[in-house]
């Protein structure tokens, strides 16, 4: 009995490189590693100094009746700590959807 269109693309579709992540296989990881963990802590202290900055202007348009900058520090203090948030969680962020892509079959 031959196959369908579909049942001959699930087929195709199906088909297993073999490939999956490992260490080693290049020149230059560490240093690749190195460089993105200085990036990490450069966006950190970017971070902080936003935040700084952010409840600054908080503080000083609630001190001096500036609802809009008062608006615009509350903005930038919830910015500051979503990125914080992110850049802190990358890491365990990109392991955990790593690890559920190599759950697919």
């Known amino acids: 009995m031959p196959l369908s269109l579909a049942d001959r693309a699930a087929v195709y579709l199906a ?53 809009q900058a008062e608006a615009n520090g509350k903005k930038g203090a919830v910015v500051a700590a979503g990125a914080a948030l992110g850049l802190g969680a990358a890491n365990g962020i990109v392991t955990s959807f790593s690890s559920l892509g190599s759950q697919v079959h």
């Open 15 to 67: 088909y297993d490189p073999g490939i999956s992540p490992q260490g080693g296989g290049l020149p230059g990881l560490s240093v690749l590693k190195n460089v993105v963990n200085s990036i990490n802590l450069f966006g950190i202290v970017a971070v902080v100094g936003a935040l700084a900055v952010s409840l600054g202007v908080w503080a000083w348009g609630h001190h001096t009746g500036g609802h």
